[in-house]
Protein backbone atom coordinates (compact mmCIF):
# COMPACT_ATOMS: atom_id res chain seq x y z
CA UNK A 1 0.00 0.00 0.00
CA UNK A 2 3.25 2.33 0.96
CA UNK A 3 4.75 2.06 -2.08
CA UNK A 4 1.22 2.23 -4.28
CA UNK A 5 0.70 5.54 -2.44
CA UNK A 6 4.04 6.69 -3.53
CA UNK A 7 3.52 5.78 -7.06
CA UNK A 8 0.23 7.73 -6.96
CA UNK A 9 1.82 10.84 -5.44
CA UNK A 10 4.32 10.77 -8.08
CA UNK A 11 1.56 10.57 -11.03
CA UNK A 12 0.00 13.36 -8.85
CA UNK A 13 2.82 15.23 -8.63
CA UNK A 14 3.97 14.83 -12.49
CA UNK A 15 1.24 17.11 -13.75
CA UNK A 16 2.01 18.84 -17.69
CA UNK A 17 2.57 21.67 -19.15
CA UNK A 18 1.57 23.92 -22.44
CA UNK A 19 4.19 24.42 -25.13
CA UNK A 20 4.08 27.12 -28.23
CA UNK A 21 6.31 28.13 -30.43
CA UNK A 22 6.70 31.41 -32.01
CA UNK A 23 9.23 31.84 -35.28
CA UNK A 24 9.11 34.95 -36.70
CA UNK A 25 7.68 38.32 -36.71
CA UNK A 26 5.49 39.36 -33.98
CA UNK A 27 2.10 40.64 -35.12
CA UNK A 28 -1.66 40.27 -34.37
CA UNK A 29 -1.79 36.18 -35.94
CA UNK A 30 0.78 36.05 -32.95
CA UNK A 31 -1.45 38.21 -30.51
CA UNK A 32 -4.59 36.10 -30.95
CA UNK A 33 -2.48 32.58 -30.69
CA UNK A 34 -0.30 33.63 -26.87
CA UNK A 35 -4.13 34.85 -25.80
CA UNK A 36 -5.63 31.45 -27.22
CA UNK A 37 -2.73 29.43 -26.01
CA UNK A 38 -2.77 31.12 -22.18
CA UNK A 39 -6.34 30.49 -21.59
CA UNK A 40 -6.72 26.61 -23.16
CA UNK A 41 -3.18 25.80 -20.91
CA UNK A 42 -5.30 27.14 -17.61
CA UNK A 43 -8.23 25.35 -18.81
CA UNK A 44 -6.34 21.91 -18.96
CA UNK A 45 -4.67 22.93 -15.25
CA UNK A 46 -1.34 22.53 -16.87
CA UNK A 47 1.53 23.59 -13.95
CA UNK A 48 2.68 26.66 -16.55
CA UNK A 49 2.85 27.40 -20.25
CA UNK A 50 6.52 27.58 -22.04
CA UNK A 51 6.40 29.87 -24.81
CA UNK A 52 9.51 29.11 -27.04
CA UNK A 53 10.50 32.27 -28.96
CA UNK A 54 12.95 33.21 -31.90
CA UNK A 55 12.03 36.41 -33.14
CA UNK A 56 13.82 39.72 -34.75
CA UNK A 57 10.82 41.47 -33.15
CA UNK A 58 7.53 43.01 -34.63
CA UNK A 59 4.74 45.45 -33.82
CA UNK A 60 4.53 47.24 -30.55
CA UNK A 61 0.72 46.98 -30.82
CA UNK A 62 0.35 43.21 -30.84
CA UNK A 63 3.61 43.18 -28.43
CA UNK A 64 1.63 45.62 -25.59
CA UNK A 65 -1.38 43.20 -26.01
CA UNK A 66 0.25 39.98 -25.68
CA UNK A 67 1.94 41.79 -22.59
CA UNK A 68 -1.39 42.62 -20.85
CA UNK A 69 -2.37 39.03 -21.57
CA UNK A 70 0.67 38.06 -19.41
CA UNK A 71 -0.47 39.84 -17.00
CA UNK A 72 -3.60 38.60 -16.65
CA UNK A 73 -2.36 35.09 -17.49
CA UNK A 74 -4.17 32.41 -14.56
CA UNK A 75 -0.97 30.20 -14.94
CA UNK A 76 2.63 31.14 -14.89
CA UNK A 77 4.30 32.13 -18.38
CA UNK A 78 7.17 31.33 -19.46
CA UNK A 79 9.51 32.46 -22.23
CA UNK A 80 12.46 30.60 -23.02
CA UNK A 81 14.66 32.52 -25.87
CA UNK A 82 15.39 28.68 -27.81
CA UNK A 83 16.99 27.02 -29.68
CA UNK A 84 20.79 27.74 -29.10
CA UNK A 85 21.43 30.87 -31.70
CA UNK A 86 18.25 32.23 -31.52
CA UNK A 87 17.33 35.92 -30.71
CA UNK A 88 14.64 38.15 -29.28
CA UNK A 89 15.18 41.03 -30.88
CA UNK A 90 12.91 44.64 -30.55
CA UNK A 91 9.42 43.62 -29.54
CA UNK A 92 11.09 39.96 -28.59
CA UNK A 93 12.98 42.13 -25.86
CA UNK A 94 9.16 43.09 -23.93
CA UNK A 95 7.77 39.74 -24.56
CA UNK A 96 11.26 37.90 -22.50
CA UNK A 97 11.15 40.51 -19.67
CA UNK A 98 7.12 40.64 -19.68
CA UNK A 99 7.19 36.67 -18.63
CA UNK A 100 7.00 35.60 -15.02
CA UNK A 101 10.01 33.54 -15.79
CA UNK A 102 12.84 34.27 -18.47
CA UNK A 103 14.75 31.83 -19.84
CA UNK A 104 17.43 31.47 -22.42
CA UNK A 105 19.23 28.64 -23.89
CA UNK A 106 23.05 29.00 -24.40
CA UNK A 107 24.37 31.12 -26.90
CA UNK A 108 21.24 32.95 -27.96
CA UNK A 109 21.00 36.65 -27.88
CA UNK A 110 18.40 39.04 -26.41
CA UNK A 111 18.20 43.02 -26.95
CA UNK A 112 18.07 45.89 -29.42
CA UNK A 113 14.57 46.76 -28.68
CA UNK A 114 14.92 50.21 -30.34
CA UNK A 115 10.92 50.81 -31.61
CA UNK A 116 10.71 52.04 -35.08
CA UNK A 117 7.02 53.18 -34.58
CA UNK A 118 4.98 52.63 -31.79
CA UNK A 119 1.66 52.46 -34.74
CA UNK A 120 4.10 50.35 -37.67
CA UNK A 121 4.68 54.17 -39.30
CA UNK A 122 7.86 55.92 -40.08
CA UNK A 123 8.19 59.11 -37.56
CA UNK A 124 7.71 62.39 -38.85
CA UNK A 125 10.30 64.14 -37.49
CA UNK A 126 13.07 64.25 -34.38
CA UNK A 127 10.24 65.09 -32.12
CA UNK A 128 7.88 62.49 -33.23
CA UNK A 129 11.05 59.73 -32.95
CA UNK A 130 12.04 61.21 -29.43
CA UNK A 131 8.46 60.80 -28.33
CA UNK A 132 8.34 57.21 -29.56
CA UNK A 133 11.32 56.86 -27.85
CA UNK A 134 10.40 57.55 -24.38
CA UNK A 135 6.85 55.61 -24.97
CA UNK A 136 8.68 52.59 -25.39
CA UNK A 137 11.67 53.31 -22.88
CA UNK A 138 8.82 53.52 -20.02
CA UNK A 139 6.65 50.97 -21.26
CA UNK A 140 10.00 48.64 -20.75
CA UNK A 141 11.09 50.07 -17.55
CA UNK A 142 7.50 49.21 -15.90
CA UNK A 143 7.91 45.77 -17.38
CA UNK A 144 11.05 45.45 -15.69
CA UNK A 145 9.88 47.21 -12.41
CA UNK A 146 7.04 44.10 -12.31
CA UNK A 147 9.23 41.44 -13.27
CA UNK A 148 12.28 42.95 -10.59
CA UNK A 149 14.66 42.30 -13.55
CA UNK A 150 17.20 44.76 -14.34
CA UNK A 151 15.98 48.18 -15.26
CA UNK A 152 19.13 50.20 -16.52
CA UNK A 153 19.89 47.27 -19.23
CA UNK A 154 16.14 47.19 -19.95
CA UNK A 155 15.90 51.04 -20.56
CA UNK A 156 19.33 50.52 -22.47
CA UNK A 157 18.08 48.13 -24.84
CA UNK A 158 14.99 50.62 -26.02
CA UNK A 159 17.61 53.66 -25.94
CA UNK A 160 21.02 52.85 -26.86
CA UNK A 161 19.56 49.89 -28.92
CA UNK A 162 21.36 47.41 -26.63
CA UNK A 163 21.73 43.44 -26.85
CA UNK A 164 23.18 40.79 -24.83
CA UNK A 165 24.13 37.42 -24.56
CA UNK A 166 22.29 34.38 -22.35
CA UNK A 167 25.35 33.93 -20.16
CA UNK A 168 25.09 37.81 -19.59
CA UNK A 169 21.68 38.34 -19.25
CA UNK A 170 21.85 35.61 -16.41
CA UNK A 171 24.68 37.28 -14.97
CA UNK A 172 23.12 40.91 -14.93
CA UNK A 173 19.82 40.07 -13.35
CA UNK A 174 18.01 40.24 -17.05
CA UNK A 175 16.67 36.81 -16.96
CA UNK A 176 16.20 34.51 -14.48
CA UNK A 177 17.23 30.54 -15.94
CA UNK A 178 19.61 29.26 -19.00
CA UNK A 179 18.52 26.09 -20.07
CA UNK A 180 19.67 23.96 -22.90
CA UNK A 181 16.38 22.08 -23.99
CA UNK A 182 12.98 22.04 -22.52
CA UNK A 183 13.53 19.30 -20.19
CA UNK A 184 16.32 20.86 -18.83
CA UNK A 185 14.15 23.91 -18.54
CA UNK A 186 11.59 21.93 -16.96
CA UNK A 187 14.15 20.36 -13.93
CA UNK A 188 15.08 24.18 -13.27
CA UNK A 189 11.40 25.62 -13.07
CA UNK A 190 10.68 22.39 -10.30
CA UNK A 191 9.65 24.27 -6.94
CA UNK A 192 9.56 27.64 -7.83
CA UNK A 193 6.14 29.70 -6.47
CA UNK A 194 4.01 32.20 -7.97
CA UNK A 195 1.26 34.02 -6.12
CA UNK A 196 1.33 30.90 -3.99
CA UNK A 197 1.15 27.99 -6.29
CA UNK A 198 4.72 26.16 -6.26
CA UNK A 199 5.33 24.54 -9.66
CA UNK A 200 6.22 20.62 -10.11
CA UNK A 201 7.37 20.30 -13.28
CA UNK A 202 10.31 18.05 -13.20
CA UNK A 203 8.80 15.19 -14.44
CA UNK A 204 5.99 17.17 -16.13
CA UNK A 205 4.72 16.23 -19.66
CA UNK A 206 5.06 18.61 -22.15
CA UNK A 207 1.88 19.15 -24.02
CA UNK A 208 1.78 21.39 -27.36
CA UNK A 209 -0.87 23.92 -28.37
CA UNK A 210 -0.78 24.05 -31.52
CA UNK A 211 -2.63 26.62 -34.00
CA UNK A 212 -6.08 26.55 -35.14
CA UNK A 213 -6.24 26.34 -39.38
CA UNK A 214 -7.69 30.11 -39.03
CA UNK A 215 -4.65 31.13 -37.15
CA UNK A 216 -2.20 29.52 -39.00
CA UNK A 217 -4.52 31.12 -42.56
CA UNK A 218 -3.89 34.18 -40.86
CA UNK A 219 -0.80 33.75 -39.82
CA UNK A 220 0.09 32.79 -43.41
CA UNK A 221 -1.32 36.37 -44.79
CA UNK A 222 -0.19 38.48 -42.81
CA UNK A 223 3.57 37.95 -44.06
CA UNK A 224 4.72 41.15 -46.65
CA UNK A 225 5.42 38.50 -49.56
CA UNK A 226 1.45 37.01 -49.34
CA UNK A 227 0.47 40.36 -49.21
CA UNK A 228 2.18 41.51 -52.01
CA UNK A 229 1.43 38.89 -53.90
CA UNK A 230 -2.13 39.91 -52.93
CA UNK A 231 -1.86 43.34 -54.50
CA UNK A 232 -0.52 41.75 -57.81
CA UNK A 233 -3.50 39.35 -58.13
CA UNK A 234 -5.83 42.40 -57.13
CA UNK A 235 -4.15 44.35 -60.18
CA UNK A 236 -3.82 41.76 -62.83
CA UNK A 237 -7.46 40.33 -62.30
CA UNK A 238 -9.10 43.91 -62.31
CA UNK A 239 -6.84 45.14 -65.10
CA UNK A 240 -7.26 41.92 -67.04
CA UNK A 241 -10.88 42.51 -66.70
CA UNK A 242 -11.30 45.72 -68.10
CA UNK A 243 -9.14 45.14 -70.93
CA UNK A 244 -11.06 41.78 -72.16
CA UNK A 245 -14.16 42.67 -70.35
CA UNK A 246 -16.69 38.83 -69.86
CA UNK A 247 -13.79 36.73 -68.50
CA UNK A 248 -15.28 36.94 -65.38
CA UNK A 249 -12.52 34.60 -63.86
CA UNK A 250 -9.52 37.84 -63.60
CA UNK A 251 -12.42 40.42 -62.13
CA UNK A 252 -13.77 37.59 -59.44
CA UNK A 253 -9.90 36.78 -58.79
CA UNK A 254 -8.80 40.15 -58.61
CA UNK A 255 -11.88 41.61 -56.37
CA UNK A 256 -11.22 38.50 -53.75
CA UNK A 257 -7.80 39.53 -53.59
CA UNK A 258 -8.37 42.81 -53.09
CA UNK A 259 -10.98 42.90 -50.61
CA UNK A 260 -8.54 40.63 -48.31
CA UNK A 261 -5.22 42.98 -49.02
CA UNK A 262 -7.49 46.02 -47.87
CA UNK A 263 -8.41 44.34 -44.77
CA UNK A 264 -4.77 43.17 -44.18
CA UNK A 265 -3.44 46.01 -44.74
CA UNK A 266 -5.79 47.59 -42.23
CA UNK A 267 -3.99 45.55 -39.54
CA UNK A 268 -0.36 45.89 -40.92
CA UNK A 269 -0.10 49.30 -42.03
CA UNK A 270 1.13 50.15 -45.67
CA UNK A 271 3.50 53.49 -46.32
CA UNK A 272 1.31 55.58 -48.52
CA UNK A 273 3.98 56.53 -50.59
CA UNK A 274 4.66 53.10 -51.40
CA UNK A 275 1.08 52.84 -52.40
CA UNK A 276 1.00 56.36 -54.67
CA UNK A 277 4.17 55.05 -56.53
CA UNK A 278 2.71 51.75 -57.24
CA UNK A 279 -0.56 53.54 -58.17
CA UNK A 280 1.06 55.89 -60.47
CA UNK A 281 3.34 53.00 -61.99
CA UNK A 282 -0.02 51.44 -62.96
CA UNK A 283 -1.38 54.60 -64.57
CA UNK A 284 1.68 55.45 -66.52
CA UNK A 285 1.80 51.90 -67.91
CA UNK A 286 -1.73 52.16 -69.35
CA UNK A 287 -1.23 55.64 -70.75
CA UNK A 288 1.94 54.40 -72.85
CA UNK A 289 -0.41 51.99 -74.04
CA UNK A 290 -2.55 55.05 -75.89
CA UNK A 291 -0.22 57.07 -76.36
CA UNK A 292 2.69 55.65 -77.43
CA UNK A 293 6.06 57.34 -76.05
CA UNK A 294 8.54 54.81 -77.01
CA UNK A 295 8.90 53.18 -73.93
CA UNK A 296 9.18 56.52 -71.89
CA UNK A 297 6.11 56.37 -69.54
CA UNK A 298 7.03 52.51 -69.22
CA UNK A 299 10.27 53.26 -68.20
CA UNK A 300 9.03 55.45 -65.65
CA UNK A 301 6.43 53.35 -64.46
CA UNK A 302 8.95 50.42 -63.67
CA UNK A 303 10.80 52.66 -61.79
CA UNK A 304 8.00 53.95 -60.01
CA UNK A 305 6.53 50.53 -59.46
CA UNK A 306 9.99 49.60 -58.19
CA UNK A 307 10.28 52.29 -55.53
CA UNK A 308 6.96 51.68 -54.41
CA UNK A 309 7.41 48.47 -53.60
CA UNK A 310 10.80 49.11 -51.70
CA UNK A 311 9.21 51.49 -49.47
CA UNK A 312 5.75 49.94 -49.32
CA UNK A 313 6.24 48.25 -45.91
CA UNK A 314 8.80 50.36 -44.66
CA UNK A 315 8.74 51.60 -40.65
CA UNK A 316 6.73 48.38 -39.91
CA UNK A 317 9.29 47.10 -38.00
CA UNK A 318 11.77 44.30 -38.30
CA UNK A 319 10.47 41.11 -40.18
CA UNK A 320 8.20 43.01 -42.46
CA UNK A 321 9.99 44.06 -45.08
CA UNK A 322 10.35 42.69 -48.64
CA UNK A 323 13.42 40.95 -49.75
CA UNK A 324 14.77 42.67 -53.15
CA UNK A 325 14.53 39.27 -55.05
CA UNK A 326 10.66 39.80 -54.97
CA UNK A 327 10.48 43.30 -55.27
CA UNK A 328 12.69 42.92 -58.60
CA UNK A 329 10.97 39.43 -59.38
CA UNK A 330 6.96 40.90 -58.96
CA UNK A 331 8.51 44.72 -60.80
CA UNK A 332 9.28 42.23 -64.31
CA UNK A 333 6.65 40.29 -64.26
CA UNK A 334 4.03 43.37 -63.89
CA UNK A 335 6.31 45.34 -66.70
CA UNK A 336 5.76 42.44 -69.04
CA UNK A 337 2.16 42.11 -68.08
CA UNK A 338 1.09 45.39 -69.00
CA UNK A 339 3.45 45.51 -72.33
CA UNK A 340 2.37 42.20 -74.00
CA UNK A 341 -0.76 41.09 -72.48
CA UNK A 342 -2.86 44.57 -71.32
CA UNK A 343 -1.64 46.66 -74.34
CA UNK A 344 -2.44 43.82 -76.78
CA UNK A 345 -6.38 43.10 -75.04
CA UNK A 346 -6.64 46.89 -75.41
CA UNK A 347 -4.93 47.50 -78.85
CA UNK A 348 -7.59 44.53 -79.58
CA UNK A 349 -10.65 46.46 -78.32
CA UNK A 350 -10.03 49.67 -80.78
CA UNK A 351 -8.85 47.74 -83.73
CA UNK A 352 -10.80 47.96 -87.31
CA UNK A 353 -13.22 45.14 -86.61
CA UNK A 354 -11.56 42.06 -88.65
CA UNK A 355 -14.68 39.54 -89.44
CA UNK A 356 -18.53 39.60 -90.03
CA UNK A 357 -20.03 42.43 -92.69
CA UNK A 358 -17.93 45.00 -92.26
CA UNK A 359 -14.76 42.57 -92.96
CA UNK A 360 -16.15 41.78 -96.78
CA UNK A 361 -16.66 45.94 -97.73
CA UNK A 362 -14.69 47.20 -100.35
CA UNK A 363 -13.01 43.56 -101.18
CA UNK A 364 -12.45 42.58 -104.74
CA UNK A 365 -13.69 38.81 -105.76
CA UNK A 366 -14.07 36.85 -109.13
CA UNK A 367 -16.72 36.27 -110.60
CA UNK A 368 -17.79 32.33 -111.39
CA UNK A 369 -20.74 32.67 -113.33
CA UNK A 370 -22.69 36.10 -114.71
CA UNK A 371 -23.74 38.60 -112.28
CA UNK A 372 -26.62 40.99 -113.00
CA UNK A 373 -29.92 42.31 -110.99
CA UNK A 374 -31.16 38.61 -110.48
CA UNK A 375 -28.04 36.89 -109.17
CA UNK A 376 -25.02 35.09 -109.82
CA UNK A 377 -22.23 33.84 -108.01
CA UNK A 378 -18.86 34.86 -106.90
CA UNK A 379 -15.98 33.11 -104.88
CA UNK A 380 -13.87 34.93 -102.08
CA UNK A 381 -11.68 33.46 -99.36
CA UNK A 382 -12.55 30.29 -100.46
CA UNK A 383 -16.12 30.23 -100.38
CA UNK A 384 -18.41 30.57 -103.26
CA UNK A 385 -21.42 33.68 -102.22
CA UNK A 386 -24.82 34.61 -104.00
CA UNK A 387 -24.30 37.49 -105.27
CA UNK A 388 -26.42 40.62 -107.59
CA UNK A 389 -25.09 43.66 -109.53
CA UNK A 390 -27.29 46.73 -110.65
CA UNK A 391 -24.34 46.30 -114.04
CA UNK A 392 -24.01 42.92 -115.75
CA UNK A 393 -20.88 41.35 -115.04
CA UNK A 394 -19.16 38.64 -117.34
CA UNK A 395 -17.90 34.88 -116.05
CA UNK A 396 -13.79 35.76 -114.36
CA UNK A 397 -14.56 39.19 -114.22
CA UNK A 398 -13.39 41.24 -110.62
CA UNK A 399 -16.31 42.64 -108.84
CA UNK A 400 -16.14 45.20 -105.48
CA UNK A 401 -18.30 43.84 -102.97
CA UNK A 402 -20.36 47.16 -101.88
CA UNK A 403 -23.05 45.26 -99.36
CA UNK A 404 -24.49 42.67 -97.79
CA UNK A 405 -28.07 41.39 -97.68
CA UNK A 406 -28.44 38.53 -95.79
CA UNK A 407 -26.23 36.14 -97.33
CA UNK A 408 -26.33 37.66 -100.60
CA UNK A 409 -23.67 40.30 -101.43
CA UNK A 410 -24.24 43.41 -103.61
CA UNK A 411 -21.12 44.18 -105.97
CA UNK A 412 -20.33 46.20 -108.98
CA UNK A 413 -17.34 45.55 -111.63
CA UNK A 414 -14.11 46.46 -110.24
CA UNK A 415 -13.01 50.04 -111.01
CA UNK A 416 -16.32 50.78 -112.56
Not at 35 to 48: F, I, K, M, P, T
Not at 224 to 236: G, K, Q, T
Not at 399 to 406: F, P, R, S
Amino acid sequence: MLVLGLLLGGAARAGQVGLIKIDGAIGPATATYVNRALEAAADQGDECLIIRLDTPGGLLDSTKQIVEDFYAARIPVVVYVSPEGAFAGSAGVFITLAADVAAMAPNSCLGAAHPVDINGSEPSDDVMKKKIENIAASFMENIANKRHRNVTWARSAVLDSQAITAEQALATNVIDVIATNVPDLLRRLDGRTFNGRTLNTAAASVVEIPRTPGEQAFQLLWHPEVMMLLMLVAIYGLIGEMSSPGAILPGVAGAIALVVLLYMSAILPLNLTGAALIGLAVALFIIDIFAPTHGILTGGGILAFFLGLLVLFKGTGPGFQLPLGWIVSATGVTALFFIFVVAKAIRAQFAPVGTGREEMMGKTARAISGIDSAGGKVFIEGETWNAVSATRVEPGQTVEITGLTGLTLQVKPAGG
